[in-house]
């Protein structure tokens, strides 16, 4: 999807099979919604030219879309194919941004979700705690395209705060912990008890929540409500609120009465035993670590693995371009890459170039992260 100030928006296709024409209704297999083609266009660089139809195997961009997203499989209805999905990275650097003036609030946030459409492994939230809008994306890079795009583009001025990291918290070992919540409300008496275990996964395996309880000890939809709840809890850990990752949660005892246990006191219940499980469990932070590649002249190769080094990374491997150019490809702590850029352009006098992608999240060393808890903290 490409936003455009002539037609709002275009979608790119591709066609495999058949032939599409101007006015059709077509089926989006993915949204399980019906669309109906406006115009069909043949872009040549900055120019356009409308045709009635295109067949398989041609490259065109279609108008009038109101579902579709990037990344979604047009067709006919009744055929109901779907294409693999593009998976999109989680972003790992944030910052905040704020219109110069009042009267561009709202054009800065329209703008903001015109990339967002565009580009899905860009995200634009709202910070609740201090009203301010956050943009994050995969990189410093990334993000200043963005706030380019926004001044040259969008013709919006905006304020914008310093790249945040986008860390995560997981546990490092296993714990137990129970939740309780009685209360009288409004007359009524409310209950419910439960108790979960909690324990690490290996990097990247998400979350799992396994329901060990035995049978009918508490109603299906309590048990639902209880997943519920430590979903939501995970939003926000116990170290930092960052979110909560590669665990899994394990329902393991509980019980209700009859006439005083709800859905929503077993969701507090689930929230109130995850917090404390989280704290027992040994939570830690984790960081974003990009894949790193640099290419350059052989006569800087130390220079540059000094500063590399310098910034945590871990050095994957070196090879030979031609006689006299080297590629180090390296692991870095997204943290540590902040102005790299400019370093290298500095220890080599401009003659090299990097490109960066993530790689994985990995535990954040223990003095560096009491240092960021510190911070975060304003201790």
């Known amino acids: 999807m490409v936003s455009d100030s002539f037609v709002d928006n275009l979608a790119f296709v591709r066609l495999y099979s058949g032939v599409l024409r101007q006015g059709e209704k077509i089926f989006n297999s993915t949204r399980r919604k019906q669309e109906k083609i406006g115009r069909i266009l043949r872009m040549h660089a900055n120019k356009r030219h409308e045709v009635k139809e295109i067949g398989a195997g041609d490259i065109a961009a279609l108008v009038g879309l109101r579902f579709t997203k990037t990344g979604d499989t047009l067709c006919a209805r009744g055929d109901n194919i779907r294409l693999d999905n593009i998976e999109f990275p989680d972003p790992v650097i944030s910052i905040a941004i704020e219109p110069k003036g009042k009267g561009d609030e709202e054009k800065l946030l329209v703008s903001l979700d015109k990339i967002a459409i565009e580009d899905p492994s860009f995200k634009v939230s709202r910070d609740e705690d201090t009203g301010q809008t956050i943009i994050a994306g995969m990189g410093e890079l990334h993000l200043e395209i963005i706030i380019d795009r926004l001044i040259r583009e969008f013709k919006v001025a905006a304020?914008?705060?310093?790249?945040?990291?986008?860390?995560?918290?997981?546990?490092?070992?296993?714990?137990?912990?129970?939740?309780?919540?009685?209360?009288?409300?409004?007359?009524?008496?409310?209950?419910?008890?439960?108790?979960?275990?909690?324990?690490?996964?290996?990097?990247?395996?998400?979350?799992?929540?396994?329901?060990?309880?035995?049978?009918?000890?508490?109603?299906?939809?309590?048990?639902?409500?209880?997943?519920?709840?430590?979903?939501?809890?995970?939003?926000?850990?116990?170290?930092?609120?960052?979110?909560?990752?590669?665990?899994?949660?394990?329902?393991?005892?509980?019980?209700?009465?009859?006439?005083?246990?709800?859905?929503?006191?077993?969701?507090?219940?689930?929230?109130?035993?995850?917090?404390?499980?989280?704290?027992?469990?040994?939570?830690?932070?984790?960081?974003?670590?990009?894949?790193?590649?640099?290419?350059?002249?052989?006569?800087?190769?130390?220079?540059?693995?000094?500063?590399?080094?310098?910034?945590?990374?871990?050095?994957?491997?070196?090879?030979?371009?031609?006689?006299?150019?080297?590629?180090?490809?390296?692991q870095v702590p997204l943290a540590e890459m902040f102005g790299y850029s400019t370093d290298l352009r500095s220890v080599t006098q401009g003659r090299a170039n990097f490109s960066m992608q993530f790689n994985s999240y990995e535990i954040v060393p223990e003095k560096i992260a009491a240092r960021i808890i510190k911070k975060v903290r304003g201790l």
């Open 159 to 330: 304020n914008v705060g310093q790249p945040q990291v986008a860390y995560k918290e997981t546990i490092g070992v296993r714990a137990e912990a129970e939740g309780k919540f009685e209360q009288l409300n409004t007359g009524k008496h409310l209950f419910a008890q439960l108790k979960i275990e909690i324990s690490p996964l290996d990097r990247g395996a998400g979350w799992i929540f396994d329901n060990q309880l035995v049978e009918d000890s508490i109603p299906a939809e309590f048990v639902d409500a209880i997943r519920r709840g430590i979903e939501s809890g995970l939003d926000s850990g116990a170290l930092l609120g960052y979110p909560v990752v590669d665990v899994q949660t394990t329902l393991v005892d509980g019980s209700y009465h009859e006439e005083d246990s709800t859905p929503q006191a077993f969701g507090i219940a689930a929230n109130i035993a995850l917090r404390q499980a989280l704290i027992d469990g040994e939570s830690m932070l984790l960081e974003p670590v990009m894949a790193v590649e640099v290419v350059l002249p052989d006569e800087y190769l130390g220079d540059v693995i000094n500063n590399l080094n310098g910034r945590r990374a871990q050095i994957q491997g070196m090879e030979h371009r031609g006689n006299t150019v080297q590629v180090v490809e390296a």
